[in-house]
């Protein structure tokens, strides 16, 4: 069974662009979770979609937005992109959005900000 | 908001020892559950092991176990018998079992280095 992907793998982009990072979770995950990964803040939650609506957001500002599609897969779009975006973005998937329910992680997308 | 800390950024083991790596948590809630997640340099986060605040018996998985003390809010990771494949970065994450409360909250991490 193939588990969570992610893709790009590397993105590069400058100040001021716009980026977009995919997510698909393990086939029968309905639940979408995006975590930030910046060196020297930890893994810091960013977004959860669950049967694609937006269910929970961390504390991050408005140009972090996203969607879940009909099948379940995920996009991450950082809008006005500032230096310090740059970061790994990790997306997981859960089978449902019950609290019993275990998160399990892509290999990530690098963003880097020049 | 709950807070996860791991006091050791750095720890060594010697293959085929044991290790124990400390995590402590704060929340004024009563039904939760803890993670262990393991992160090689490939990046890809791994379970290694969770536990139920509900359930008394310590999680174990393998050469994994916890050493969950509720009333402490405590909950260290002992990998016996290391190998060199368990080097990684180790995050010890809580999740809430309140209704739309289902993100992690993770520790800083601990990076563990296993001597040959």
């Known amino acids: 069974e193939a588990g969570v992907t992610q893709s790009p793998t590397h993105l590069i982009k400058t100040r001021g662009q716009q980026a977009t990072l995919r997510c698909s979770p393990i086939?029968?995950?309905?639940?979408v979770y995006w975590y930030q990964q910046a060196l020297g803040l930890g893994l810091q939650f960013l977004l959860w979609?669950?049967?694609?609506?937006?269910?929970n957001r961390g504390n991050f500002p408005p140009r972090f937005s996203g969607r879940q599609f009909p099948n379940y897969s995920s996009e991450l779009n950082v809008n006005a992109l500032e230096l310090e975006d740059s970061a790994l973005y990790l997306c997981?998937?859960?089978?449902?959005?019950?609290?019993?329910?275990?998160?399990?992680f892509g290999p990530g997308t690098r963003l880097t900000v020049l | 908001a709950q807070t996860v800390t791991q006091s050791q950024p750095e720890m060594s083991v010697q293959e085929a020892e044991t290790v124990t790596l400390s995590c402590t948590y704060d929340?004024?809630?009563?039904?939760?559950?803890l993670f262990w997640y393991k992160q090689p340099p490939s990046r890809q986060m791994i379970l290694v092991i969770r536990?139920?605040?509900?359930?008394?018996q310590n999680a174990t998985e393998n050469r994994f176990s916890v050493n969950f003390q509720k009333a402490a809010k405590s909950f260290s990771l002992k990998i016996s018998d290391s190998q060199l494949g368990d080097a990684a970065m180790y995050f010890c994450?809580?999740?809430?079992?309140?209704?739309?409360?289902?993100?992690?909250?993770f520790g800083t991490g601990t990076r563990l280095t296993v001597i040959p």
């Open positions: 997981a998937s859960s089978l449902a959005s019950f609290g019993t329910d275990t998160q399990y």
């Open positions: 086939s029968g995950h309905t639940s």
């Open positions: 979609y669950d049967e694609g609506e937006e269910r």
């Open positions: 929340t004024s809630e009563s039904d939760y559950y």
């Open positions: 536990q139920e605040a509900y359930k008394q």
């Open positions: 994450a809580y999740r809430s079992d309140k209704t739309g409360a289902n993100n992690l909250f």
